[in-house]
């Protein structure tokens, strides 16, 4: 092994590390009460910053809202969140969010994003399978700004509707197509 391919090595290693640290203890913080209030400070925040997100919650059949998500990597990555299923203000069930990557990618970052279930297919789908992934199965739209001005209630079409937020830390964009969304016991 050439010196350079050890020192990439023990970057990665390190990074990893400290991606499992920080995603094991993010992971097992998490409590109902926690996931609660935090998923309703993001429901705030996001409305404040994106009116028309509340518009669509008011037409969703439910929402699945992460609030805090955590991506690390070094050509290998993951990400990992918890997160709850409303069903109006009633919380139907909690879920993870995990993500693997691999490719041109180094850093960390944290994040949130809330996908609204538009159609009965689209809740029955996460509803009932063993893990959605995003990008098979119910078509998803990832809403940033550009789309959100062109969207009004007249023109959703799509089973679901996603928004990302509250984007920090090193890494560039943010992409939550490939993500499995699976049920989880609180």
């Given at each position: ?13 390190a990074t990893a590390s400290l991606a499992s640290a920080s995603l094991l203890n993010n992971a097992s913080a998490a409590t109902a009460e926690d996931l609660n209030a935090s998923s309703r400070q993001a429901l705030q925040n996001l409305y404040k910053a ?137």
């Amino acid at each position: 092994m050439t010196q350079s391919m050890r020192f990439f090595l023990s970057i990665f290693l390190a990074t990893a590390s400290l991606a499992s640290a920080s995603l094991l203890n993010n992971a097992s913080a998490a409590t109902a009460e926690d996931l609660n209030a935090s998923s309703r400070q993001a429901l705030q925040n996001l409305y404040k910053a994106t009116p028309f997100a509340e518009t669509l919650s008011h037409k969703a059949k439910a929402v699945l809202v992460f609030p805090n998500i955590i991506k690390a990597g070094l050509v290998f990555g993951g990400s990992y969140g918890e997160g709850e299923l409303l069903k109006g203000t009633k919380v139907a069930g909690y879920y993870n969010s995990v993500t693997g990557s691999w490719g041109l990618q180094a850093g960390a970052q944290s994040y949130g994003y809330v996908v609204f279930l538009m159609t009965d297919k689209a809740l029955k789908y996460v509803s009932e399978t063993k893990g959605w992934e995003i990008g098979v199965g119910p078509t998803v739209v990832v809403v940033d700004e550009g789309i959100s001005k062109n969207l009004s209630s007249s023109t959703l079409k799509d089973d679901a509707y996603a928004f990302i937020f509250d984007q920090q830390g090193l890494m560039a964009g943010v992409s939550i197509e490939g993500t499995k969304i699976s049920l989880i016991k609180r």
